[in-house]
T-cell receptor
Framework: DAGVIQSPRHEVTEMGQEVTLRCKPI?????LFWYRQTMMRGLELLIY????????DSGMPEDRFSAKMPNASFSTLKIQPSEPRDSAVYFC??????????????FGEGSRLTVL | KQEVTQIPAALSVPEGENLVLNCSFT??????LQWFRQDPGKGLTSLLL?????REQTSGRLNASLDKSSGRSTLYIAASQPGDSATYLC????????FGAGTTVTVRA
């Protein structure tokens, strides 16, 4: 399997612009997680989905952030408008249906976002 | 809210020495605990997954122990090599993963 695929790998944008990050989970995985990593705060969970339904979005920092999972093979994280403090590495992870909540998480390579 | 702490924050050892990395967590109602490795500018590579019913898990030179009642896990890396230099992250799964800040390891040749 190709693993969790994220795009773009790097994004540089101007403050105020819209940013869309994409994630393709591993086939057969029914849970998907979005994390953000910064030097100051480490890895923080933003939102997670189970069977395409958002279960917990309490980590989404502001209304500027939104996430969708229209089907089992695709998710997006959108920031509109972007701000310099959104600069971070955003990771997507997925977990297989077998094993349920005790399954192993697999991470993508991350999307490095720089907002100027 | 689950709090995960990793000690020490950084560690530098000569090649061949054994490594001991510690992780503690506040809520013992967990499904499992996962240890990851992260190289600079890279993603997270899963090293070991230890279920809440297990006490120990081994893979090659790596061994992880779990004491759920005391909220502790330890990752042992035997006979360290320069290629082991990386940041090691502990993540506790109580349905969603909560991460520690990591231990950055440098193995000197």
């Amino acid at each position: 399997d190709a693993g969790v695929i994220q795009s773009p790998r790097h994004e540089v944008t101007e403050m105020g612009q819209e940013v869309t990050l994409r994630c393709k989970p591993i086939s057969g995985h029914n849970s998907l997680f979005w994390y953000r990593q910064t030097m100051m705060r480490g890895l923080e969970l933003l939102i997670y989905f189970n069977n395409n339904v958002p279960i917990d979005d309490s980590g989404m920092p502001e209304d500027r952030f939104s996430a969708k999972m229209p089907n089992a093979s695709f998710s997006t994280l959108k920031i509109q408008p972007s701000e310099p403090r959104d600069s971070a590495v955003y990771f997507c992870a997925s977990r297989p249906q077998t094993g349920g909540a005790s399954g192993e998480l697999f991470f993508g390579e991350g999307s490095r976002l720089t907002v100027l | 809210k689950q709090e995960v702490t990793q000690i020490p924050a950084a560690l530098s050892v000569p090649e061949g020495e054994n490594l001991v990395l510690n992780c503690s967590f506040t809520d013992s109602a967990i499904y499992n605990l996962q240890w990851f490795r992260q190289d600079p500018g890279k993603g997270l590579t899963s090293l070991l997954l230890i279920q809440s019913s297990q006490r120990e898990q081994t893979s090659g030179r790596l061994n992880a122990s779990l004491d759920k009642s005391s909220g502790r896990s330890t990752l042992y890396i035997a006979a360290s090599q320069p290629g082991d230099s990386a940041t090691y992250l502990c993540a506790v799964n109580d349905y969603k993963l909560s991460f520690g800040a990591g231990t950055t390891v440098t193995v000197r040749a």
